[in-house]
């Protein structure tokens, strides 16, 4: 069986596997383990703190420092409400295309890279390849966050990550990051009549997203000399305000929806720092001046790091031997790759499909995209196979 067609196959398998981010992870986790453990990967499963998710680990080649990470997540998006034409769980050939949920966001990616796996436990390696498939990158990157403190903490962690996220193969070397909130403010209900008695939770959010437009409009001024990104520096969106019941009643609850797009990890600090001031120096004694047991709490729905276009990027130049590109470009959506980066590795993505597919009914990757992600594999396993 060729290596298309055992790439295919074993991508079928997968989609069967419904691993939706609310859903457990672990059959496919599984099955994954088995199939590299066979081929004689030293293989770790990494249980999260549910016991129903777990990211994998596994490495071929000689244990020490450095080598080549293939990243890629094993969770999808829901299928509800979705008009889907097939079922979107059982994976269907047509004019070339491959559909399914998580064909192309990156069940495609996985099933590439297991598929060479054989290949690279028959060659002499002179580094080691390491498979790191995680969960639940869909609703936050929380099994790549568990990963990279694991892998932080390890002298033989490797050097060089490529991310399969659905690319069409082209090479890409930066993202913002994605940083979600939710601020729950606590006053104290009364009737409208005597404002000074209560403690308005909707003005007190009001307020609280007055400072994060101030904010907003100081991240124009800290873009990073000759940012690539559009726009050049960080951004903040308030996406939700809510509070209140009626006309003549102090609002007690108030919630505020909020995101920063940070260009570069210092911003994200900067804000949480200026907000998180603000709250304790000024709001906070306020509101508890009038009503001791005031709240303002905020909670991080996900902090995904953006992955910062580096001038130095091993990864980078690696994956550009492999595919020949001699180009680079950023994207909009995020991914795990700044996690990496985080901790010292060299990071890109590059991986087949299209993201235009992901998330949608109908989800598909080309075959042909399968193909060329399976020929960069193949260069990638002549890179670092011993000269016999």
């Known amino acids: 069986m060729s290596d298309l067609a055992t790439t295919q196959s074993l991508l079928g398998e997968l989609i069967a596997l419904p691993t939706v981010s609310s859903d457990s992870n672990l059959e496919m986790i599984v099955l994954l383990a088995n199939r590299l453990g066979d081929m004689g990967a030293d293989v770790e499963i990494h249980a999260d703190e549910t016991g129903t998710k777990a990211n994998l680990l596994a490495r071929i080649g000689p244990d020490e420092p450095g080598g080549i990470m293939l990243s890629g997540h094993t969770d999808v998006v829901p299928v509800t409400d979705q008009d889907w034409t097939t079922d979107p769980f059982v994976m269907h050939e047509a004019e070339g295309r491959l559909f399914g949920r998580g064909t192309c966001d990156m069940k495609g990616f996985i099933a590439a890279a297991v598929a060479m796996a054989p290949r690279l436990a028959s060659a002499d390696l002179r580094r080691p390849v390491t498979f790191a498939f995680t969960h639940d990158e869909e609703v936050g990157c929380l099994g790549a966050r568990n990963l ?82 559009e726009p050049p520096w960080s951004t903040i969106n308030i996406g939700r305000l809510s509070g209140g019941h009626a006309h003549n009643v102090i609002p007690g609850l108030a919630e505020v929806d909020w995101e920063v797009r940070p260009v570069q990890d210092a911003d994200r600090a900067f804000v949480r720092s200026e907000i998180d001031a603000y709250v304790a120096k000024t709001l906070l004694p306020e509101m508890r001046r009038t009503h001791p047991d005031a709240e303002v709490i905020l909670q991080v729905v996900g902090e995904i790091v953006g992955l910062e276009p580096m001038e130095d990027n091993a990864a980078r130049d690696l994956v550009a ?53 399976l020929d960069m594999l193949d260069r990638l396993v002549d890179q670092i196979t011993l000269a016999a």
């Open 321 to 373: 031997r492999l595919t020949g590109a001699n180009g680079t470009d950023l994207v909009s959506f995020g991914t795990e790759a700044g996690l990496f980066q985080e901790i010292g590795m060299s990071a890109v993505i590059c991986g087949p499909g299209s993201i235009a597919q992901a998330h949608k009914p109908d989800e598909y990757i080309e075959v042909s995209q399968l193909a060329a992600c």
């Open 148 to 229: 990279s403190e694991i892998l932080r903490d390890r002298e033989t962690r490797p050097s060089l990550a490529i991310i399969g996220e659905p690319t069409e193969m082209r090479i890409i070397e930066g993202h913002k990051g994605c940083c979600e909130y939710t601020t729950r403010f606590t006053g104290l209900e009364g009737h409208g009549s005597r404002p000074e008695l209560g403690i308005n939770a909707v003005e007190y959010a009001v307020r609280y997203v007055t400072r994060l437009m101030n904010l907003r409009e100081r991240l124009r001024h800290r873009a990073p000399p000759g940012s690539a990104f």
